[in-house]
């Protein structure tokens, strides 16, 4: 360990993050999963953004939320995973300190942002399946706006103590991180001081968020099942369900993962130090992958957008092959009833 490692330091200039101990000679490994991940992220949630403006019916409240999540999980996970895979890739350990607090906000602050978008969506879901002839005058554009911004005011009012009071703390132990990013409990360890305030808060800011949010969306979804076994055949009510399992299978994608990360810091102490690490990288890269899969396969308007994005370019790209006319007739001949194709080919069948 070096000799600043060792001395007393008030105001560190830098941290060093360690990445997984115990774990070093999986790093390579580990990083190309948590790469995929990324990748399928960054691409899910693009695509997401890119369907929802390009098709007009999906113009709708219940996808105005989904592009702030997809907005949300971008944001989270390249708060992090950079400097992961630059641990892992470049051996990249030191991170400035005030890059650490930075990291540190963003990190609580988008957590906290997706967590209010999910119950301003149960909130949608309410109103659609409870009062659905008042869906579209209750939940106007404006009133979306404002349901956005204040999701977005809470949690940035919430997460602004965590790094403030991270500041204030003088460090005179060492300056490594045992982690693949700056989590606060762990950089409030390092301080040689009563940190009693950080600890406290929070635990609070936690349990005010998740409890409160847990909480609405349960009011929420009891209504809605109130509202659904009243419908009078099952048909009605299996269809009016579905229309939620996307936000349910979310939900569910987002707070268990978050859930066993946070109770394993505060009562795992026997669960060793890479488990805590692995579940903390889990719950911050496994909801955004998932998000975008959760409803591309399982909300039909999105399904059947990009099914005929992909079609077009198909037949663009058929369209410059010789013969592709009648290729494109025989590859799909028995799926499907086909009409007369475009003119763009049949002009083009007709010149040669």
């Known amino acids: 360990m070096s000799d600043f490692n ?43 953004l890119f369907i929802v403006k390009m098709e007009l019916s999906l113009h709708v409240p219940m996808y105005y939320f989904l592009c702030m999540l997809a907005v949300t999980d971008l944001v989270l996970t390249t708060s992090t995973l950079p400097k992961l895979l630059s641990i892992f890739w470049f051996n990249s350990r030191e991170i400035q300190f005030s890059a650490c ?30 009062h659905p002839l008042r869906h579209s005058t209750i939940l106007t554009n404006l009133v979306v706006a404002k349901t956005g911004l ?25 300056n490594i991180i045992p982690h693949t990013h700056c989590e606060h409990m762990l950089v409030v360890k390092l301080a040689c001081a009563d940190t009693r305030i950080s600890n406290y808060y929070g635990l609070f800011a936690l349990s005010f968020r998740v ?96 099914l005929r994005l992909f079609t077009q370019k198909g037949i663009q790209l058929l369209s410059w092959c010789p013969g592709s006319q009648a290729k494109l007739r025989a590859e799909l001949a028995g799926d499907m009833v086909l009409g007369p194709l475009p003119e763009s080919l049949t002009g083009q069948s007709k010149r040669r």
């Open 150 to 174: 204040a999701v977005v005011l809470r949690s940035v009012i919430l997460a602004l103590p965590y790094p403030f009071l991270a500041k204030q703390w003088p460090y005179c132990r060492t």
């Open 6 to 48: 060792k001395t007393d330091f008030t105001n560190p200039s830098h941290f060093i993050l360690l990445g997984i101990p115990g774990l070093e000679a999986a790093h390579v490994w580990i990083s190309i999963a948590f790469c995929t991940m990324y990748v399928i992220a960054v691409l899910g949630n693009f695509t997401i």
């Open 211 to 306: 409890g409160l949010d847990v909480f609405f969306i349960t009011v929420s979804y009891i209504e809605i099942l109130r509202a659904i076994f009243s419908l009078p055949t099952k048909d009605a009510r299996l269809k009016t369900f579905g229309t939620c399992s996307s936000h349910l299978c979310a939900i569910l994608a987002f707070y268990i993962p978050g859930l066993f990360s946070s109770l394993s810091y505060r009562f795992g102490h026997n669960v060793p130090l890479h488990c805590h690490i692995l579940l903390a990288n889990v719950y911050l890269l496994l909801p955004p992958m998932l998000n975008p899969i959760i409803y591309g396969v399982r909300t039909k308007q999105i399904r059947d957008r990009l």
């Open 101 to 130: 607090l930075t990291q540190l906000f963003f990190v609580h602050c988008f957590s906290g942002i997706e967590s209010g978008i999910f119950v301003a969506m149960a909130l949608d879901r309410y109103v659609a399946i409870c």
